[in-house]
């Protein structure tokens, strides 16, 4: 009801806000990116929506002239891209780096658009945009027509769901306004993209720097009867049906300000629920029915996808964050070993047996690669052999995690079917992935529980197991010391073995070679070996280059707190090379040996050793004598 007091006129007009305003609460929402090669002119494009939008205040507009004459590339005329482009550098260099996301409007649907950039070392940045986008708008320069990037980032688009195109044959003022060279363009593409899954793509030529086709039909282009940009993006259809889809709830944050509440909050993934619904806790599954459905502005009766809000169950039952509450007759995969779609955004190459940090929605927990299954050929889908994948590559593989998880197939659920590889020591998001299913033979395989446990062996045998994990350059006397080392342990009545690089090679590890691939391999195997030895009660002493960090620090969190010790035999390259026992450092510096550590391929020294060896000048015998009073100072022997 209007206020009484208030005159006609006035009324009039409160009226017409509130009906602006419901107007605009029940227009549909559409989330895009544009992407595609450098120079395309994505940002220029966007630039163009906002301003024929009418979404640039007269400041903004000064602004924009003034930052135009500075760092401008369309001489006297306004240069749209720089409404976007807001990093100096991105100015300077004329190029996107970073995800810019712009909102606007048009009388039948709200738009949120992310700018994403062109270059190929920012792929990663591309892939953040397209991770919750509807649709894309896959820019093509008509003069350069489908180029790497244009595929790299539709592949991009497919795999993580997006199934509507628009193909922007933009800049087509430039080869003057060619209908034979945008059905050129058009043909490429559509053959390139007949296998990526889309449902629909729509071509449209344009200029985004004169507006030709982006929100007014062009007059240059008579022989063009489709929609303007704006005109289709207000009319596709981009009903995701996350709200028919089963209802997910990843639990974000237990909510326990004091004894008389307990909820779990987070934002409804798909499906919806109500006040008396049953919901299972997806790892544990255990049921419960909810009680309350809380929000900021009060309780709700249901809750539907995309809402934030806190859940109250009837039940007093263990729900942390990262597990999820879900409907009992739909339950997601919950699985240690799944089989997923990899892009790889780092400059260091994935390598199959590395650890990795794996981070779902709410999740979080170690994971390795086991297998490498092939790599998508991006030019022509074909499936290659390949042990690592490159930066911007992308592979199908089988990841293997510490704990299980509780997720969907990403073609079921793009919000639970997705993840991120966190590099474990630099914190670098490393890729991004895309589920497909979980493996069998996760469900097969279970832990035997035995009787006999690692305290009684050790017991058994009056020592602390542990693992002393020697590490240094070939040559640096690692393996002498840890032989002299258990000479002393075994006359001390003490349980030993010694795995050495050398012999483990014999056996175990013949298959492998000294590509980096198969250097973390043979690491990976060696640590197993070594935590089961150490589950016997044993002292381990392992003495392997093992020239990377990510592959040590995998080894020792693979043992208990305290268990694994960090031995590092620090000799100099040159002294080691002076030694040369095995005449290796000779022939690897004629180049007859390929990826020797030390000489064409890296050693990482250790950061934070526990023992820090520097061997020169010093006998061997000494530097035993050491160790053993070290180990006997700790109480391992």
Not at 65 to 74: L, P
Not at 273 to 279: H, R, S, T
Not at 388 to 403: I, P
Not at 519 to 526: A, G, L, P, T, Y
Request: hydrophobic content about 40%; overall charge negative; proline content about 4%.
């Amino acid at each position: 009801m209007l206020d009484a007091n208030l005159n006609p006129a006035t009324e009039a007009a409160v009226e017409g806000i509130r009906d602006y305003l419901a107007a605009q609460e029940n227009k549909t929402l559409l989330r895009f990116l544009t992407c595609g090669s450098v120079d395309d002119g994505k940002s220029t494009l966007i630039g163009r929506l906002l301003y024929d939008t009418k979404l640039i205040f007269e400041d903004q507009l000064a602004a924009l002239e003034k930052d135009s004459k500075k760092h401008g590339t369309t001489g006297e005329d306004i240069d749209l891209a720089l409404l976007v482009d807001g990093l100096e550098a991105e100015r300077e260099q004329g190029i996107t780096i970073d995800v810019a996301y712009r909102f606007f409007s048009t009388p039948k649907r709200k738009f949120i658009v992310a700018d994403t950039p062109g270059h190929e070392q920012y792929t990663r940045n591309m892939a953040t945009g397209a991770s919750t986008a509807d649709l894309a708008v896959v820019l093509v320069d008509a003069r350069q027509g489908v180029l790497l990037q244009t595929r790299r980032h539709s592949i991009i688009a497919s795999l993580l769901g997006i199934r509507n195109i628009v193909l922007a044959v933009n800049k087509i003022d430039l080869v003057g306004f060619s209908k034979e060279r945008f059905g050129e363009i058009v043909e490429e593409y559509r053959a390139f993209a007949k296998d990526l899954g889309f449902a629909s793509v729509m071509p449209i030529p344009m200029s985004a720097r004169f507006g030709d086709n982006v929100s007014r039909p062009s007059e240059n282009m008579s022989w063009y009867d489709g929609p303007t940009l704006i005109g289709h993006l207000e009319t596709v259809d981009i009903e995701r049906g996350l709200s028919a889809k089963p209802f997910r709830f990843p639990v974000q944050y237990v909510n326990r300000p004091n004894l008389d509440f307990r909820g779990f909050a987070g934002t409804v993934a798909s499906g919806s629920v109500a006040v008396g619904d049953q919901v299972v806790v997806a790892k544990s599954g255990k049921p419960s029915r909810v009680k309350r459905i809380v929000t900021y502005d009060g309780d709700l009766s249901r809750a539907a996808e995309g809402e934030a809000v806190t859940l109250v169950l009837e039940d007093e039952i263990e729900v942390s964050r990262g597990n999820m509450l879900v409907t009992p007759d739909a339950r997601p995969h919950v699985a240690d070993q799944l089989a997923a779609t990899l892009v790889w955004f780092d400059e260091q190459a994935m390598m199959p047996g590395r650890p990795y940090v794996l981070r779902t929605e709410t999740d979080e927990v170690s994971a390795t690669v086991s297998a490498l299954k092939h790599r998508t050929n991006i030019n022509n889908f074909a499936h290659e052999a390949a042990k690592h994948l490159e930066m911007n590559e992308v592979g199908e593989c089988n990841l293997s995690l510490q704990a299980p998880i509780a997720f969907d197939s990403f073609a079921d659920n793009r919000t639970t079917g997705s993840f991120i590889l966190i590099d474990r020591i630099t914190n670098r998001t490393v890729g991004a992935g895309m589920i497909l299913h979980p493996l069998r033979r996760a469900a097969n395989i279970h832990w035997q529980a035995l009787d006999v446990t690692k305290q009684s062996r050790a017991e058994q045998k009056h020592q602390k197991p542990a693992v002393l994990w020697f590490t240094g350059l070939s040559g640096s006397g690692k393996s002498t010391i840890a032989n002299l080392l258990e000479k002393k342990l075994h006359a001390d009545g003490r349980h030993t073995y010694i795995l050495d690089g050398d012999n483990v090679r014999h056996g175990l590890n013949r298959d492998l070679g000294f590509t980096e691939e198969d250097r973390v391999e043979n690491i990976r195997r060696v640590a197993e070996v070594a935590k089961l030895m150490a589950d016997a009660g044993l002292i381990v002493l392992v003495s392997f280059i093992s020239p990377f960090r990510a592959e040590r620090r995998m080894a020792r969190e693979l043992m208990e707190e305290g268990e694994f010790v960090e031995v590092f035999v620090d000799t100099p390259f040159e002294e080691c090379a002076k030694r040369d026992p095995k005449g290796l450092y000779a022939r690897a510096l004629k180049g007859e040996i390929k990826n020797f550590t030390g000489v064409d391929s890296p050693y990482e020294e250790p950061e934070r050793a526990d023992i820090h060896l520097k061997t020169a000048g010093r006998a061997p015998e000494d530097l035993a004598d050491e160790l053993e009073a070290w180990l006997k100072d700790k109480g391992i022997c």
